[in-house]
């Protein structure tokens, strides 16, 4: 008996060893950091400063500025950006919700807006306004 | 009201009203004398009422808020209350340790420091992981922001990344808080995971401890599973991985009482699979192993394995069954059956197995070292034996699954078989306190059942 608890024991060490081997004390002081940094500001801010948008900060500004420039009712939204990765589509489809959004799609629904990040103009589209990164179109009647 | 811990007060409160409606309506689950496992049933429960109290205002014509969560509350009360309480001993001996008193307090510290890791971790930022914001977050704020989920979200071809063929609890919980909270608030909803964390390792503690495993060595078990990260970590915050853990110890250990003819446990085992299969696909599938180890349990009568098998898989189907009759028939995007037949099926077989290997198991090597000499160290116990097959046969599913992934097997792997694996932690770790537990001495009798520990 003695044998094997000094066996578990061991396991037991190792075990601890090898789980706290992952608690990174610098990794700790910057979430730490950061929550209290960010706890007094909006949740859109806090997305914003957080992993989510750190692919392309200024894409979420950009989502969140057309966001809040849709009008209620509005039917979805399309986005066209350079180069889009599965991070811009997660992130799109997040922040629009409970509208559908979409991506570069291959054909955008009547009713919807297109939301063009840079610089650009589709043809058969007219801007209904400027946002921080891009513009937001509505369809050309 | 836009900073955080506003926010996070709300949903600790909200989280702390529907776990107490839960601890009285556990009363028909657990017999008196067992308060931690009525908290940390009661808190289930309180998730369950949480998600549940969503569709059915909606299904009602309803608007989901306070008063139709009260109204639902009332139902559940009101059916706990009609549910003959079942007959359980009176307050359970509990293991004396004399002279042990600083062993169980720095374990009672290292759970308590993990439990403070994960708050840190998951509330550091609103939730972010990619899962989150594509499928289990993304369908919650429809939820909330829709008052249901549209057609749209399953029939429009281009958002199949979403998964609509994943089972809704997860989502209709968010939405529930949500609803309940005023607004969506993805940064305090984060709360939940730690409170989950806390209930999972409750569960474990005081259920080791009514099978007569020694404090320090639950606490030892316990303080293990909450300092571990790949379960409880930021990533896995928002997902549905979390959850699961919770419910497959739930699952476990009621089959455990289940085949013993402890009283409650069918109920308490139905109540977990049900809610395995409406958060996750493979919670059906565990469902199903949890029948198959109660059937193949041996050394107990034939009814009672029989009626714990029941208990497992027919709410488990119920729950899939609702599923499939919400959208219809929709396939599982990420595999195909077909290549069983095909000729490079054990190459992608191989290149699967290899990916395990060489990038999960060889990098946690001292972890996987740590738990063959715990196991080695432990004896034989049918109680443990049955819970490690309960973990074995989805850790099978995982590794053989990435062979039918459409994206490749190594893809699966290197985003899934960690995270989906390390939600079966808390059944491992409480098949391994049962097996420790005759090494240590056990700190009394079992009040497990009538029958007793059957070691």
């Not at chain 1, 900060?57 to 889009?84: H, M, N």
């Not at chain 1, 919700?97 to 991506?103: K, N, S």
């Not at chain 2, 509350?73 to 003959?84: E, K, P, T």
């Not at chain 2, 490079?344 to 290149?351: C, D, V, W």
Request: charged content about 15%; some cysteine; overall charge positive.
């Amino acid at each position: 008996m003695r044998s094997r608890r000094l066996v578990a024991l061991a396991g037991y060490l190792l075990l601890l060893f090898s789980l706290a081997a992952a608690i990174r004390p610098s990794e700790l002081a910057r979430r730490a950091r950061l929550a209290i940094r960010d706890s007094g500001k909006d949740l859109a801010r806090r997305r914003l400063d957080g992993s989510s948008a750190a692919f392309d900060r200024r894409y979420f500004f950009f989502l969140e500025s057309v966001r809040r420039r849709l009008p209620p009712g509005t039917a979805g939204v399309a986005v066209l950006a350079p180069s889009p990765t599965v991070a811009h589509h997660n992130l799109t489809l997040y922040a629009f919700a409970p509208r559908p959004a979409l991506v570069a799609p291959s054909r955008i629904p009547e009713g919807w807006f297109l939301a063009v990040y840079g610089a650009g103009a589709p043809d058969g589209w007219r801007p209904v306004a400027s946002v921080a990164g891009g513009a937001v179109f509505e369809r050309a009647r | 009201m836009t900073g955080l811990f506003p926010s996070l007060a709300a949903v600790a409160g909200i989280l702390l009203a529907a776990g107490a409606l839960g601890f009285f309506a556990a009363g028909a689950l657990v017999p008196a004398g067992r308060p931690g496992e009525r908290v940390a049933w009661g808190f289930l429960l309180g998730l369950y009422l949480l998600a549940g109290f969503v569709p059915m205002t909606l299904a009602a014509g309803g608007r989901p808020g306070w008063l139709a969560f009260a109204a639902a509350a009332i139902l559940v009360l009101a059916a706990s209350r009609a549910a003959r309480r079942p007959a359980g001993p009176e307050a359970p001996p509990r293991g004396v340790e004399r002279g042990r008193a600083g062993v169980v307090l720095v374990f009672r510290a290292a759970v308590a420091g993990g439990v403070l890791l994960y708050l840190l971790r998951a509330l550091t930022e609103p939730m972010w992981a990619v899962d989150f914001l594509a499928i289990w977050g993304w369908k919650g704020k429809v939820i909330f922001g829709a008052r249901g989920l549209p057609p749209w979200t399953w029939t429009t071809p281009e958002l199949a990344f979403t998964h609509p063929e994943y089972p809704v609890g997860l989502p209709l919980l968010d939405a529930g808080i949500a609803f309940l909270l005023g607004r969506w608030d993805d940064h305090a909803l984060a709360l939940l995971y730690p409170a989950i964390q806390v209930a999972t390792l409750l569960l474990l503690v005081c259920w080791l401890e009514r099978r007569g495993v020694r404090r320090s060595v639950a606490l030892a078990s316990a303080a293990a599973l909450a300092l571990f990260e790949p379960l409880y970590r930021a990533f896995t915050t928002g997902m549905a991985e979390v959850p699961l853990a919770l419910l497959l110890l739930a699952i476990g250990v009621s089959l455990v009482d289940a085949v013993e003819g402890d009283p409650g446990a069918n109920r308490r085992l139905a109540l977990a699979a049900l809610g395995a299969a409406a958060l996750k696909n493979e919670g059906l599938f565990v469902a199903g192993a949890a029948a198959l180890v109660a059937l193949l349990w041996r050394g107990r009568p034939l009814r009672r394995r029989a009626g714990a098998a029941l208990a497992a898989i027919l709410p488990a189907l119920a729950a899939a069954a609702t599923q499939r009759l919400r959208t219809g028939p929709l396939p599982l995007r990420d595999f195909r059956a077909g290549f069983l037949l095909e000729p490079g099926f054990g190459g992608r077989m191989a290149l699967g197995l290899r990916t395990i290997a060489t990038e999960v198991l060889l990098p946690a090597w001292p972890l996987l070292a740590a738990l063959v000499l715990l196991a080695a160290a432990g004896r034989r116990t049918a109680d443990a034996r049955g819970l490690l097959a309960l973990a074995a046969l989805p850790l099978f599913a995982y590794a053989m699954l990435p062979a039918f992934c459409v994206w490749g097997p190594d893809w699966l792997v290197r985003t899934a078989f960690a995270r989906t694996s390390a939600a079966l932690a808390p059944l491992l770790a409480a098949a391994l306190a049962l097996r420790l537990s005759p090494v240590f001495g056990r700190s009394g009798e079992s009040t497990g059942s009538a029958a007793g520990p059957a070691a």
